[in-house]
């Protein structure tokens, strides 16, 4: 006689979230069809994914590029402007042991054009110190947050990294070819220190952005002027720092918005690589030119 208990279907076994086997998912991946977990379901068009699939469809996606090669996304933005939270980071940072060190800090890294013949580090440190005055810094941070927020989405993290790097360098490039006589002007023996080169570099990288966009410039032409006249009227504000920054900033702008599409990356290696040599060219120049300590 059969055992009617024998003839019973047995019972399924429930299904498991691959990822967390002690959880029992009976929600399924649109795509793949697997179990997933709550912690592992992300809501898509219809339905759910697994983290998995999500993650293989961002990674197989094709990249859109902005205009000027920065990486754009459904929002219209690059993402977070990671670089310019970092730059004023690291500006907060350097303020803050410029102070608890008595300007210790400060005499290390500041820039001056004696200095940065022996010690060429200098022509970047100094873009990260500022006065002990909190309107210095909370206006640069101010200013860099503003024109970083723009920039830094349409260009890309390394792209505007670099115009940031090296409009700092040409400010203090700046400095050092407007220093007059080294040995009769003062400014030879002037400590700079302050983002406002960079910053002006950013202002700079303003105009071809917006006209490569179609936009009007005529706010960023004010600004410019307001910024430029009050560093020829308002004592220890250094106008050749700004006018360097400004003119590098632009000049690698104009590289980065006129660049072909087929080759955004290489010209904004070329820039990168070609814009340091130059300020370190003109740089040299100006120190073998005067004789300064043997150059």
Known sequence: MND??????????APVCPRHPDRVAYVRCQRCGRPACPECQRPAAVGVQCVDCVRESRRTAPRVRTMFGGAA???GAGGRPVVT???IGLCVASWLLQLVTGGEWTHLLWFWPWGGAVEPYRFLTASFLHSTSPLHILFNMYALWITGQFLEPLLGRLRFTVLCLLSAIGGSVGVLLLAGDPFGSSAWVTRVVGASGMVFGLFGAMLPVLRRLGRSLGQVLVLLAIN???????PNISWQAHLGGL???ALVATAYAYAPKERRAAVAWL???GGLA???GLATWRY???GVLGI
């Open 4 to 13: 009617p208990a024998a003839e019973e279907p047995a019972e399924a076994a």
């Open 278 to 280: 130059l300020l370190a």
């Open 271 to 273: 820039v990168a690589v």
């Open 288 to 290: 073998a030119s005067l």
């Open 73 to 75: 996304t459904t929002s």
């Open 247 to 249: 003119v590098t900033g």
């Open 85 to 87: 939270f970092t730059i």
């Open 228 to 234: 430029g006249a009050i560093g020829f009227f308002v």
